[in-house]
């Protein structure tokens, strides 16, 4: 479903519209204050913005999402999850993955198509969210992710629901020298030569996990091809990045 308040648009997925209280959004590129390349509702710190731009935008958000705090981790295309919890919460996270149990608290990444992951364990009232480029999705922070919440709070991945973002589509995800960048059991995965399908790829590592097909949730939609909603650095190297949020109200 698509939500818009003020001039601000988010997603928010099918799979969590019965958990009123998991606050989420996967924000657009409409309602904000950058210009040019990143315009408008820049959140990521990887392009050609204004600091100040990029913080009152992730206020904007914050505001949306009607949280107290809202977080984002220094993304590094690795592997590492952190647990966020009122001892570390006001340091930034060097991270790909943040999980918490904390209510009102907003968890977020940043993204220009590479997936974007809501995780929610309504069993033991927690949320995370996950960055997987080609690179988390080749070092499966997705397993990374669950792996931390099942060592921490004992979340079972058959209780889990995963929600993913729009993000680059097979059309575009073009990988010419795959051999040697993806392990050989995502070839399988390739739609035409040297073009994959990593939404497929990202539902193969969720249900190898043991999360069931009905709990997982993917966005079919080519951040590429949607130039008027979406940012894309495939399309355009320099340009903004879409914030994912979750948040347990309380």
Not at 190 to 209: M, V
């Amino acid at each position: 479903m698509e939500f818009d308040k003020a001039k601000m648009q988010w997603l928010e997925f099918d799979l969590l519209e019965s958990f009123p209280h998991v606050q989420h959004g996967v924000f657009l590129r409409h309602g904000g204050v950058s210009h040019g390349a990143c315009s408008s509702l820049n959140v990521g710190n990887g392009a050609s913005d204004k600091a100040e731009a990029i913080q009152t935008n992730r206020e904007l958000i914050r505001k949306a999402m009607n949280v107290p705090k809202l977080i984002f981790p220094h993304q590094t295309h690795g592997m590492n999850v952190e647990r966020i919890t009122p001892k570390n919460m006001d340091k930034v996270a060097q991270a790909d993955a943040v999980f918490t149990t904390e209510k009102n608290v907003g968890l977020g990444v940043t993204h220009a198509d590479c997936q974007a992951a809501i995780f929610y364990d309504p069993v033991h009232e927690a949320v995370g969210v996950a960055h997987a480029g080609w690179r988390g999705l080749v070092q499966n922070i997705y397993a990374r992710l669950l792996e931390a919440m099942q060592r921490d709070i004992g979340t079972q991945p058959q209780n889990i629901i995963v929600c993913i973002s729009p993000s680059l589509g097979p059309d575009h995800a073009e990988y010419k020298n795959y051999k040697q960048e993806l392990p050989q059991d995502f070839w399988a995965f390739q739609t035409s030569p040297n073009y994959f399908d990593f939404w497929a790829i990202g539902r193969k590592q969720l249900s190898s996990l043991g999360i069931l097909d009905k709990n997982i949730e993917i966005t079919e939609i080519c951040t590429h091809c949607n130039e008027k909603d979406y940012f894309s650095h495939r399309r355009e190297k320099d340009t903004g990045r879409h914030g994912t949020v979750v948040a347990l109200k309380g």
